[in-house]
């Protein structure tokens, strides 16, 4: 709160007027980036093209308080940072359309499953689900662009791991991975009850976007494995 005021009332100490006016030349840097850019802007691009002696997380901290409140906020996501409506107003910018088809039953279980225990493969989301998963599930999660091909497990017949993407979590509204709902979170909202397996507890999913230690990277061709067209018919993106 501090910072964001420096950029609009004048220091009582004259020795801050420099420090003031980089910060606030800063905000009104990072501002226009982001504006003019059609996709979230990384914290670090912004970061090189602020005065010197100004930090990227100092000018953005203080620009998202800016805006904290109005109808236009400043979010981050996945170290990326873009503008969007304020969630309460989002009624505003509704318009009449087709209906969309949600995601079936086995897709959101699917995306649950990769989001909270990736790197996963499909034998352990089968192992999770207790049932069987079809190819087109897998497919579909792909065209969304919310699911990716991570790389490769290092165990007999090197399977292909799943994770997911920067755009689950713009989609979702979620800054990191770490933003997905625990335990108790998930038993407020009544998605759990009381009858749970001793021991039972949700995962802590990494943002790191890198192999792990027991991963390969994907080989040549790995990414046409799926190019022959889903089994099951394509779902549009539902709503967060």
Same mark, same amino acid.
């Given at each position: 709160?501090? /910072?964001?005021?420096?950029?609009?009332?004048?220091?009582?100490?004259?020795?801050?007027?420099?420090?003031?006016?980089?910060?606030?030349?800063?905000?009104?840097?990072?501002?226009?980036?982001?504006?003019?850019?059609?996709?979230?802007?990384?914290?670090?691009?912004?970061?090189?093209?602020?005065?010197?002696? $100004?930090?990227?997380? /100092?000018?953005?901290?203080? &620009?998202?308080?800016?805006?904290?409140?109005?109808?236009?906020?400043?979010?981050?996501?996945?170290?990326?940072?873009?503008?969007?409506?304020?969630?309460? &107003?989002?009624?505003?910018?509704?318009?009449?359309?087709?209906?969309?088809?949600?995601?079936?039953?086995?897709?959101?279980?699917?995306?649950?499953?990769?989001?909270?225990?990736?790197?996963?493969?499909?034998?352990?989301?089968?192992?999770?689900?207790?049932?069987?998963?079809?190819?087109?599930?897998?497919? $579909?999660?792909? /065209?969304?662009?919310?699911?990716?091909?991570?790389?490769?497990?290092?165990?007999?017949?090197?399977?292909?791991?799943?994770?997911?993407?920067?755009?689950?979590?713009?989609?979702?509204?979620?800054?990191?991975?770490?933003?997905?709902?625990?335990?108790?979170?998930?038993?407020?909202?009544? &998605?759990?009850?009381?009858?749970?397996?001793?021991?039972?507890?949700?995962?802590?999913?990494?943002?790191?976007?890198?192999?792990?230690?027991?991963?390969?990277?994907?080989?040549?061709?790995?990414?046409?494995?799926?190019?022959?067209?889903?089994?099951?018919?394509?779902?549009?993106?539902?709503?967060?």
């Amino acid at each position: 709160m501090a /910072e964001a005021a420096l950029l609009f009332d004048e220091p009582e100490d004259p020795a801050m007027d420099l420090r003031t006016e980089a910060l606030r030349e800063a905000a009104r840097i990072a501002e226009a980036l982001i504006f003019a850019s059609a996709e979230p802007v990384e914290e670090s691009d912004i970061g090189k093209r602020l005065p010197d002696g $100004v930090s990227a997380a /100092e000018t953005m901290a203080a &620009l998202r308080e800016i805006y904290s409140g109005r109808g236009i906020q400043l979010v981050r996501v996945a170290k990326r940072w873009t503008f969007r409506t304020a969630p309460d &107003l989002g009624w505003l910018l509704s318009r009449e359309r087709t209906e969309q088809r949600k995601l079936s039953r086995a897709a959101l279980e699917t995306l649950s499953i990769i989001a909270y225990h990736q790197p996963t493969t499909r034998a352990e989301i089968e192992d999770i689900r207790g049932v069987a998963i079809s190819k087109g599930t897998l497919d $579909v999660l792909l /065209e969304t662009g919310w699911v990716r091909l991570r790389g490769r497990r290092r165990a007999p017949g090197r399977p292909v791991t799943y994770g997911s993407t920067d755009a689950f979590l713009l989609h979702f509204g979620l800054e990191s991975l770490s933003d997905l709902p625990g335990l108790e979170e998930l038993k407020g909202a009544g &998605l759990f009850d009381g009858r749970l397996p001793p021991g039972f507890g949700v995962p802590q999913p990494t943002d790191d976007a890198g192999l792990s230690e027991d991963e390969d990277p994907l080989e040549d061709g790995d990414s046409d494995l799926f190019d022959s067209g889903p089994e099951e018919p394509a779902a549009e993106m539902p709503e967060p």
